[in-house]
């Protein structure tokens, strides 16, 4: 019983390697980081990222050259201010140091948000390419060049996609 299941899973090895070696001619290649480099949407979609937070970067910036100002003056007039002076306007510092962190993290954390949303819709449309381009050309598997360490019979097709995404 041992040797017919030994045999019957050496059978099994054998058939899906000869099912491989056959689908080897449907295998090609596809460089996404690549593609996703040249890809004309890219630029686009920074432009448009750079409006839509143009205006948060600037007031930002605003905010904290105000800060700065407000920190030089309390060290250059630490010594001649008023104690009830000095402690409202290292009050309104602190306050204001905070704010501007929150305001800081909160800008980041969307801008981050929005370049991640953005980068995933020009990976989606590189993957439709891709599938256009696999479908059109009859291969079975595309792999990521990134994600294979050697391939011998695969076929790139990144110039092809390339020319499907532009």
Known sequence: MKKWLLSAAVLDLLLATFAFAQANDKIAVVNVSSIFQQSPHRAIVANKLENEFKGRANELRSMERDLQTKMQRLQREVATMKASERSSLEQLVMAQRETFAN???????DNRRRQTEERNKILSYI???VKIVATNKGYDVVIDADAVAYAS???DITADVLKQVK
Do not use: C, D, M, T
């Open 103 to 109: 305001k800081a993290q909160e800008f980041e954390q």
């Open 127 to 129: 993957q439709n390419a």
């Open 153 to 155: 019979n695969a076929k």
